[in-house]
């Protein structure tokens, strides 16, 4: 399978471990703007400098009662450009199939393809990465998000499936 087979989707998943490349990966082959990226991350932050009058958000102000907020403008934003006709593309962790289920369930609902690139680099190579970030993951929760991987599979609703171990 190649990179440009995944053109015709229209909700793309680009999921892996923190530090394992995902936005690089989506900046370098879908920056034209063919796509919306969504990144709970980036929604974290923004909502965080909203309401907190521009104090800059970092992982260490990561917040499990705020995740259901974040999850809901996530979920939104995807409806949203899936109603307008926009292809999506989706720069999350989602490593377990679990956490993929909103993904295709909302894919379903709308009628709509749906694809994942799955990054799966070396745990260290991870770490590493994230070492060198301004921002790190604390590396205890990548370690066990590792531990949790569950590559995905066509019987979660994938049209597409592609895994890159040496990106």
Same mark, same amino acid.
């Given at each position: 399978?190649?990179?440009? !087979?995944?053109?015709?989707?229209?909700? =793309?998943?680009?999921?892996?471990?923190?530090?394992?490349?995902?936005? $690089? &990966?989506?900046?370098?082959?879908? *920056?034209?703007? !063919? %796509?919306? +990226?969504?990144? +709970?991350?980036? /929604? %974290?932050?923004?909502?965080?400098?909203?309401?907190?009058?521009?104090?800059?958000?970092?992982?260490? =102000?990561?917040?499990?009662?705020?995740? $259901?907020?974040?999850?809901?403008? #996530?979920?939104?934003?995807?409806? $949203? &450009?899936?109603?307008?006709?926009?292809?999506?593309?989706? !720069?999350?962790?989602?490593?377990?199939? #679990?956490?993929?289920?909103?993904?295709?369930?909302?894919?379903?609902?709308?009628?709509?393809?749906?694809?994942?690139?799955?990054?799966?680099?070396? =745990?260290?190579?991870?770490? #590493? *990465?994230?070492?060198? +970030?301004?921002?790190?993951?604390?590396?205890?929760?990548?370690?066990?998000?590792?531990?949790? /991987? !569950? =590559?995905?599979?066509?019987? #979660?609703?994938? *049209?597409?499936?592609?895994?890159?171990?040496?990106?």
């Amino acid at each position: 399978m190649n990179i440009e !087979d995944f053109d015709t989707i229209d909700l =793309l998943l680009v999921c892996g471990l923190p530090g394992c490349g995902k936005s $690089h &990966f989506a900046g370098n082959y879908y *920056r034209s703007g !063919d %796509r919306k +990226r969504i990144n +709970r991350k980036e /929604i %974290r932050s923004h909502l965080y400098e909203m309401t907190s009058f521009g104090e800059q958000w970092h992982e260490d =102000l990561f917040n499990e009662k705020d995740e $259901h907020l974040v999850k809901h403008v #996530e979920r939104k934003l995807i409806e $949203h &450009f899936l109603q307008n006709n926009e292809k999506v593309l989706i !720069d999350n962790v989602s490593v377990t199939a #679990e956490s993929r289920k909103t993904y295709t369930a909302i894919a379903n609902r709308f009628n709509r393809s749906i694809g994942v690139i799955f990054l799966n680099p070396p =745990l260290q190579v991870c770490l #590493e *990465r994230n070492r060198n +970030r301004p921002d790190p993951v604390p590396e205890l929760a990548i370690t066990n998000l590792y531990a949790s /991987i !569950d =590559l995905p599979a066509r019987k #979660e609703g994938f *049209r597409n499936i592609m895994v890159i171990s040496n990106y």
